[in-house]
Structures are given as structure tokens and as C-alpha cells.
């Protein structure tokens, strides 16, 4: 929220000062430009995945008839987006968590790859454990007891309390 | 009297026990997770969506409700005591709010924002309850070219209600409703969009999408900066308002909970809306405007009924049309979807104890939250001490858990991730997600409709404006397009989302 409030208060105080001296010269707003790009290259995308699929009339459409039309108009609005860039300025688009994505993100994926073959309890304490080094604050010994107790209680409620179907080791664990 | 029996049926539906297990269930969690800074309603209802799937339809309706209610007023205690909004619908609550806090009132301004939602959420329920059956009789009249035009309305009010660029919030849309195309073609058989992985021939997972989107793109941001928080008081004290303060909230309740109803019928988000009108309404009112920005009880009052009001009647079209009125919404339709209950007019015909036992049970929601938050209060404050890098891990791993238990489809857990680093790139490009999440939902529904519309009219595309009712809906949605795009109200607009603040 904090994020778009600034954004605005931003754009607002660009339009003032572009209606003051009128562009200099021809600069780009790098998110919006890169915003446009991609949406733009993404409706290409589907566009050129739908010319793969049998369009049919507009009396009997085929598979590919509305997802064509909704590529050409993602593909027009990114287009826009592009065009717009050049026009309003906003902030710079912040600190990127690079740390984050980088073990937040292949949490899901680890505990998709094992479940089956390490089972349930082994796949929820690694993948609480690769979530918690995506903070510089969380020390080795506390993520290692967190994930624990994590994989403790998870097991207690889904498996013995929901009587959810997972298997609780897997082959791979089982001697 | 009709209203009476069907009321007597849902409360029938709703008391039984385990659905009022369920419910406090719901209100508890949703309250747990909702009280979490920085996690909003959204984000917990698609956290805790997966554990409603192994119950009855009804009674996992009922508990999706209860943690939607329970979300909301987490949200509005995070915005009192740290000034952290968790929805933007409690944002207007936190500029009073936390200001009441300091003063030393934040138990009066948690009872006064728990006592207007409740007063606001019992009148709404009635509405609800009195509404949508006639608005259910004219639904069942609706053709395919209906129904087309009726999503184009929500969408259009979707991106009218979104934050930032205009243009931005289309886009979302268009791409929300090609995600939501991806998978088999229902009249061919073919499989679209696939890349040839045959786990996604069923469509891409909706609570994948929503998880990714909003829970783990909400994590990413919060891991970008990470401070400490300070939660402002040790303990909280003097939950009973005085007489004099009952004297002051009572108008701006009744004034809220008007506004709330009518707007949060709107598609698109009606209750943030809701929320900042009932706020400048009472500030105008007011014979005290200096009050207000400095803790004054009318700008908890008011806000949080209208809120909480809109929260109920959004309700309206989901039950009768089948159309979201919000992402919240669009959540329900998902979870409706998987138990095999089609949204729409006809559950009300087909399944009245499952319609009016969810209608029932947002007024026990209700009553439950005041009951139990009021005493609670201390275990949320203390929930709140809790440092982030030991919560977002068990977040994680419960998102993961619950995503697999929806199909038992790894290829599910993949797409999570893939749609967590597009939500959080999208936070990052300033785009919003809500409308990409309505767009997924009625991808298909739109589609379905245009087609059908299409044949029944021998490929005629006047159809759409040859049938009056659909007329009159692409009108609505043409002129809503048009004014946000009007000079003078784009202005507005902006001014709005500032003031928010």
C-alpha cells in the first residue's frame, strides 16, 4: 500500500514539474518501459500460441478465437504502456529482494520434488528450512528448531488431525 | 412470511454444531492470520482456503466466511496498535485509530471498530437476506449475452477501483483472463497454452495463482527491507467504551453501515471505497472536524462499519449472479468451483440450506468476533511481537502443504513459485494483482458465454446490444470506462488513493 501511495505523490509532483518546463529531452521511465515490454511481449506470446490453434468464425468460434482477441488487446495496451513511458516519471523501483526470491521461491519447488519420495515430514522441515535462510536475521540454530517444530505440528494437525492422505516417509527414507 | 422461513432455515444450517465449530474455527484463524502485519485478507483467505476442502460444501463455506470476517478485523487491529493496515479497506481506520492508541485509548478504539462492525454487520446481513432472493429471480432470466455483458460490467469496475495506471489495471485483466484460458478447450477438447505439460490440461490452479500472487509476492516484499517493528503499547486497557462515547459512535455507525451496504454492491471492491466515503462523510458532519486525524471516535466508527457493512453486502452478487465483487470474492467462487457447487442464480433454488446457512452464518461470524476478540485482545497484541523471520518460514511451508492437499498435484507447488515471482515482479511494475485474479476467474465463464451468445445469434455480434438488459449492462460499463478516463476525475482519483494514506 505504503508503495502506490508514494507512486502517486510522485506522479502527481512529475505532472507539475513537466507542465513547468516541458521536457527537456526524451528520457524514459525504466519501470514503465520495461512494463510495457513485457505485457507487450507476452500478448505477442499468446498471439502466437493462439495463430497455433483453429480460430473458427465468429459464428462458431474455435479454441483460438478469444484467446487471440484478448492477446491483441494485452499486446495494444502493453504497447501504450511502452509509449507512456516516455511521458510520465515515476520513483525508481526500490531494493529488489534478490535473498528472497532466492529461497522463498524453491521452497514450494523442494517440497513439490519430495513429498512424494521423502515423504510428508521430511519435505515440510526442508522446505521451512530453505524458506528461513531467506533472512539474514534468522540464525542456523533457530531455523533448524523452527522448522522442527514446524514439521512436528504440521504432521500432528494434517496427517493425524485432518487425516489428510500423505505418506508420512517415503521409499526413499524407508530401509 | 417467506424471509422468516428461509432465515429460520439458515440459522438452522449455521447453528448446528460443527458448523458452528467451523465458523469459530474460521473467525479464530482468519483473526491469527489477519492480525500478522502486512497480510491481508486476501492473502490469508488464500493461506487457509485449503483446509476448508476436506469439508462438507457448507460447512467449508461457512468457515471461508468466518475467516474472512476474522481477516478484516485482524486487519483493523494491526492498523490501530502499529498503524499497519493489513487490507487498504483499514487503511482509513489506522488514521484515527492509531491515533486513539497513543492517546492511550486503544481498548475503546478496538471495541469501537469490533461494536460498529458488528451493528454494521447485522443490518447488512438482513439486507443480504432481504435482496437477493428478487435479485435471484431476475438472474434466472439472464441469457449467455447477459451474463457476457454483466462480467464485462464487473471487470470494467474492477479496473475502475484499482490503484495506479488505468491502463496497467486493463492489462491485468486481459492477462488474468488469458491465464484463465489456459488448459482444455471445453467444446474442441484441445489443450491450450499448456507447453505440452499435461498436468496443466485441467487449467492452472486457482489457489496456486492466489497463493503465489498474493501471499508469497506479499512475503518477498516484506523481506526487501526488513525492520523491526515497534508495537506501541504494552498492554491494552479500557476496552469498554464511556456513555459518552457510545453517544459519538452511534450516528456514524448507522451512517457507515448505509453507505457500506450500497457500495459494497458494486463490483470491484466496493468496501475500500466504502470505508474512505464514510470518512469524508463524517468529517463534513462533524462539529468537531479538528478532532479528526487526532484520534477522534467518529473516524473509527464510521469507517470500520462501512467497511465491514460492504464486506457482507459484496455477498449480494456472488450468491446471486456468480460474479466476484472483489478478489476476496473471487477466492469464494474458486472455492465454491472445487466443491462442485456451480455459482450462480441457482443456488438458491437447487441448494437453499447451503444459501441461506452462509447468509446465516455471517451474522453468527459476526457475533462471534465481539465475543471472542474483545477478551482475546492481549493474545493478538502479543501475536504481533512475534519477529517476521520466524513467521514467513511456517507461512511457507503451510502454503505448500495446503496447495498439495488441493489436487495432490506437484505440478500445482510449480506453479506457486512461478506465479509467486510474477506477482512479485508485478508488485514491482506497479501493477495491481486484483484485477489479473478477477480476470483468471471469469476467464472461462467469459468465454463460454461469448461463444454460446455468438452461436445463438447465428454469429451476430449485435446481440449484445439488440438485448435490452445487455444493453443497459455495456452501457453502465462503457460510461464507468469512460469517466476514469475523464481528465477531472483521473485527478480525483489519484487524490483519492493519496489521502488514504
Same mark, same amino acid.
Given at each position: 500500500?505504503?508503495?502506490?501511495?508514494?507512486?502517486?505523490?510522485?506522479?502527481?509532483?512529475?505532472?507539475?514539474?513537466?507542465?513547468?518546463?516541458?521536457?527537456?529531452?526524451?528520457?524514459?521511465?525504466?519501470?514503465?518501459?520495461?512494463?510495457?515490454?513485457?505485457?507487450?511481449?507476452?500478448?505477442?506470446?499468446?498471439?502466437?500460441?493462439?495463430?497455433?490453434?483453429?480460430?473458427?468464425?465468429? %459464428? @462458431?468460434?474455435?479454441?483460438?478465437?478469444?484467446?487471440?482477441?484478448?492477446?491483441?488487446?494485452?499486446?495494444?495496451?502493453?504497447?501504450?504502456?511502452?509509449?507512456?513511458?516516455?511521458?510520465?516519471?515515476?520513483?525508481?523501483?526500490?531494493?529488489?529482494?534478490? @535473498?528472497?526470491?532466492? %529461497?522463498?521461491?524453491?521452497?514450494?519447488?523442494?517440497?513439490?520434488?519430495?513429498?512424494?519420495?521423502?515423504?510428508?515430514?521430511?519435505?515440510?522441515?526442508?522446505?521451512?528450512?530453505?524458506?528461513?535462510?531467506?533472512?539474514?536475521?534468522?540464525?542456523?540454530?533457530?531455523?533448524?528448531?523452527?522448522?522442527?517444530?514446524?514439521?512436528?505440528?504440521?504432521?500432528?494437525?494434517?496427517?493425524?488431525?485432518?487425516?489428510?492422505?500423505?505418506? @508420512?516417509?517415503?521409499?526413499?527414507?524407508?530401509? | /412470511?417467506?424471509?422468516?422461513?428461509?432465515?429460520? #432455515?439458515? %440459522?438452522?444450517?449455521?447453528?448446528?454444531?460443527? *458448523?458452528?465449530? %467451523?465458523?469459530?474455527? !474460521?473467525?479464530?484463524?482468519?483473526?491469527?492470520?489477519?492480525?500478522?502485519?502486512?497480510?491481508?485478507?486476501?492473502?490469508?483467505?488464500?493461506?487457509?482456503?485449503?483446509?476448508?476442502?476436506?469439508?462438507?460444501?457448507?460447512?467449508?463455506?461457512?468457515?471461508?466466511?468466518?475467516?474472512?470476517?476474522?481477516?478484516?478485523?485482524?486487519?483493523?487491529?494491526?492498523?490501530?496498535?502499529? *498503524?499497519?493496515?493489513?487490507?487498504?479497506?483499514?487503511?482509513?481506520?489506522?488514521?484515527?485509530?492509531?491515533?486513539?492508541?497513543?492517546?492511550?485509548?486503544?481498548?475503546?478504539?478496538?471495541?469501537?471498530?469490533? #461494536?460498529?462492525?458488528?451493528?454494521? =454487520?447485522?443490518?447488512?446481513?438482513?439486507?443480504?437476506?432481504?435482496?437477493?432472493?428478487?435479485?435471484?429471480?431476475?438472474?434466472?432470466?439472464? !441469457?449467455?449475452?447477459?451474463?457476457?455483458?454483466?462480467?464485462?460490467?464487473?471487470?470494467?469496475?474492477?479496473?475502475?477501483?484499482?490503484?495506479?495506471?488505468?491502463?496497467?489495471?486493463?492489462?491485468?485483466?486481459?492477462?488474468?483472463?488469458?491465464?484463465?484460458?489456459?488448459?482444455?478447450?471445453?467444446?474442441?477438447?484441445?489443450?491450450?497454452?499448456?507447453?505440452?505439460?499435461?498436468?496443466?490440461?485441467?487449467?492452472?490452479?486457482?489457489?496456486?495463482?492466489?497463493?503465489?500472487?498474493?501471499?508469497?509476492?506479499?512475503?518477498?516484499?516484506?523481506?526487501? $527491507?526488513?525492520?523491526?517493528?515497534?508495537?506501541?503499547?504494552?498492554?491494552?486497557?479500557?476496552?469498554?467504551?464511556?456513555?459518552?462515547?457510545?453517544?459519538?459512535?452511534?450516528?456514524?455507525?448507522?451512517?457507515?453501515?448505509?453507505?457500506?451496504?450500497?457500495? =459494497?454492491?458494486?463490483?470491484?471492491?466496493?468496501?475500500? #471505497?466504502?470505508?474512505?466515503?464514510?470518512?469524508?462523510?463524517?468529517?463534513?458532519?462533524?462539529? @468537531?472536524?479538528?478532532?479528526? !486525524?487526532?484520534?477522534?471516535?467518529?473516524?473509527?466508527?464510521?469507517?470500520?462499519?462501512?467497511?465491514?457493512?460492504?464486506?457482507?453486502?459484496?455477498?449480494?452478487?456472488?450468491?446471486?449472479?456468480?460474479?466476484?465483487?472483489?478478489?476476496?470474492?473471487?477466492? /469464494?467462487? !474458486?472455492? /465454491?468451483?472445487?466443491?462442485?457447487?456451480?455459482?450462480?442464480?441457482?443456488?438458491?433454488?437447487?441448494?437453499?440450506?447451503?444459501?441461506?446457512?452462509?447468509?446465516?452464518?455471517?451474522?453468527?461470524?459476526?457475533? /462471534? #468476533?465481539?465475543?471472542?476478540?474483545?477478551?482475546?485482545?492481549?493474545?493478538?497484541?502479543?501475536?504481533?511481537?512475534?519477529?517476521?523471520?520466524?513467521?514467513?518460514?511456517?507461512?511457507?511451508?503451510?502454503?505448500?502443504?495446503?496447495?498439495? $492437499?488441493?489436487?495432490?498435484?506437484?505440478?500445482?507447488?510449480?506453479?506457486?513459485?512461478?506465479?509467486?515471482?510474477?506477482?512479485?515482479?508485478?508488485?514491482?511494475?506497479?501493477?495491481?494483482?486484483?484485477?489479473?485474479?478477477?480476470?483468471?476467474?471469469?476467464?472461462?465463464?467469459?468465454?463460454?458465454?461469448?461463444?454460446?451468445?455468438?452461436?445463438?445469434?447465428?454469429?451476430?455480434?449485435?446481440?449484445?446490444?439488440?438485448?435490452?438488459?445487455?444493453?443497459?449492462?455495456?452501457?453502465?460499463?462503457?460510461?464507468?470506462?469512460?469517466?476514469?478516463?475523464?481528465?477531472?476525475?483521473?485527478?480525483?482519483?489519484?487524490?483519492?488513493?493519496?489521502?488514504?494514506?
Amino acid at each position: 500500500m505504503r508503495g502506490h501511495r508514494q507512486d502517486i505523490r510522485t506522479l502527481a509532483a512529475a505532472f507539475e514539474r513537466q507542465n513547468g518546463d516541458k521536457m527537456k529531452a526524451i528520457s524514459f521511465d525504466a519501470t514503465n518501459a520495461l512494463c510495457g515490454s513485457i505485457l507487450t511481449a507476452v500478448g505477442l506470446f499468446f498471439a502466437w500460441q493462439s495463430f497455433g490453434l483453429e480460430l473458427g468464425t465468429a %459464428f @462458431r468460434m474455435g479454441p483460438g478465437y478469444f484467446p487471440l482477441l484478448l492477446s491483441v488487446v494485452l499486446t495494444v495496451l502493453g504497447v501504450i504502456i511502452l509509449v507512456q513511458s516516455a511521458r510520465v516519471h515515476h520513483e525508481p523501483m526500490g531494493p529488489i529482494a534478490i @535473498r528472497g526470491m532466492l %529461497f522463498i521461491l524453491p521452497a514450494p519447488i523442494f517440497f513439490g520434488l519430495t513429498v512424494r519420495g521423502l515423504g510428508f515430514v521430511p519435505a515440510v522441515f526442508f522446505t521451512a528450512l530453505i524458506a528461513c535462510f531467506a533472512s539474514h536475521r534468522m540464525k542456523p540454530l533457530w531455523a533448524v528448531a523452527v522448522s522442527l517444530g514446524l514439521a512436528i505440528f504440521s504432521v500432528a494437525v494434517f496427517s493425524y488431525g485432518l487425516n489428510l492422505p500423505f505418506e @508420512r516417509f517415503g521409499p526413499w527414507v524407508r530401509f | /412470511m417467506d424471509l422468516f422461513s428461509n432465515l429460520a #432455515l439458515g %440459522f438452522a444450517t449455521a447453528g448446528s454444531p460443527a *458448523n458452528l465449530l %467451523f465458523c469459530l474455527i !474460521g473467525v479464530l484463524l482468519g483473526t491469527l492470520i489477519g492480525v500478522l502485519p502486512g497480510i491481508g485478507a486476501t492473502a490469508t483467505i488464500a493461506m487457509l482456503l485449503p483446509i476448508t476442502f476436506q469439508l462438507e460444501p457448507v460447512s467449508s463455506l461457512i468457515m471461508l466466511a468466518g475467516i474472512y470476517y476474522g481477516a478484516q478485523y485482524g486487519g483493523s487491529t494491526t492498523a490501530i496498535l502499529i *498503524n499497519m493496515p493489513g487490507e487498504s479497506s483499514s487503511a482509513v481506520t489506522a488514521i484515527d485509530g492509531y491515533q486513539m492508541a497513543r492517546n492511550g485509548r486503544a481498548g475503546t478504539a478496538l471495541a469501537v471498530a469490533a #461494536l460498529g462492525s458488528f451493528f454494521a =454487520g447485522t443490518v447488512s446481513t438482513f439486507l443480504v437476506a432481504l435482496f437477493a432472493p428478487p435479485l435471484t429471480a431476475i438472474a434466472l432470466e439472464f !441469457g449467455a449475452a447477459e451474463y457476457f455483458s454483466l462480467m464485462i460490467v464487473g471487470l470494467v469496475s474492477s479496473v475502475a477501483l484499482a490503484h495506479g495506471s488505468v491502463v496497467k489495471a486493463l492489462a491485468m485483466v486481459a492477462l488474468g483472463l488469458l491465464l484463465g484460458l489456459v488448459g482444455t478447450d471445453i467444446y474442441t477438447g484441445t489443450p491450450r497454452f499448456t507447453l505440452g505439460i499435461r498436468e496443466y490440461s485441467d487449467g492452472l490452479n486457482f489457489v496456486a495463482l492466489a497463493v503465489g500472487v498474493f501471499g508469497i509476492a506479499e512475503i518477498l516484499r516484506n523481506l526487501e $527491507s526488513e525492520k523491526t517493528r515497534e508495537v506501541l503499547m504494552a498492554r491494552v486497557s479500557e476496552l469498554l467504551p464511556t456513555k459518552e462515547d457510545f453517544k459519538r459512535m452511534f450516528a456514524p455507525v448507522v451512517r457507515g453501515t448505509i453507505i457500506g451496504s450500497a457500495l =459494497g454492491v458494486l463490483p470491484g471492491g466496493g468496501a475500500i #471505497l466504502a470505508a474512505f466515503a464514510s470518512y469524508t462523510v463524517e468529517k463534513r458532519l462533524s462539529d @468537531r472536524p479538528e478532532e479528526f !486525524g487526532r484520534g477522534a471516535i467518529a473516524g473509527v466508527a464510521g469507517p470500520e462499519s462501512a467497511n465491514n457493512a460492504g464486506a457482507q453486502t459484496s455477498f449480494i452478487p456472488l450468491l446471486t449472479l456468480g460474479i466476484p465483487a472483489n478478489p476476496v470474492m473471487a477466492l /469464494m467462487i !474458486g472455492a /465454491m468451483i472445487i466443491q462442485g457447487i456451480v455459482p450462480g442464480p441457482n443456488v438458491a433454488v437447487e441448494q437453499p440450506a447451503l444459501f441461506w446457512g452462509i447468509i446465516a452464518s455471517m451474522w453468527i461470524g459476526n457475533l /462471534m #468476533l465481539v465475543v471472542l476478540n474483545l477478551p482475546l485482545i492481549g493474545l493478538w497484541v502479543k501475536l504481533l511481537k512475534i519477529p517476521y523471520f520466524v513467521l514467513f518460514p511456517i507461512i511457507m511451508a503451510f502454503c505448500s502443504i495446503g496447495v498439495y $492437499s488441493v489436487n495432490s498435484n506437484v505440478y500445482d507447488l510449480y506453479a506457486v513459485a512461478f506465479f509467486g515471482l510474477i506477482g512479485y515482479l508485478l508488485l514491482k511494475l506497479r501493477c495491481e494483482p486484483a484485477p489479473l485474479l478477477l480476470g483468471f476467474v471469469l476467464g472461462p465463464l467469459l468465454e463460454e458465454n461469448l461463444r454460446r451468445a455468438m452461436i445463438l445469434s447465428r454469429g451476430d455480434p449485435t446481440t449484445f446490444f439488440t438485448r435490452p438488459i445487455s444493453a443497459v449492462l455495456l452501457l453502465i460499463a462503457a460510461i464507468v470506462l469512460v469517466v476514469v478516463f475523464l481528465p477531472s476525475v483521473k485527478a480525483k482519483r489519484e487524490q483519492v488513493f493519496v489521502e488514504e494514506d
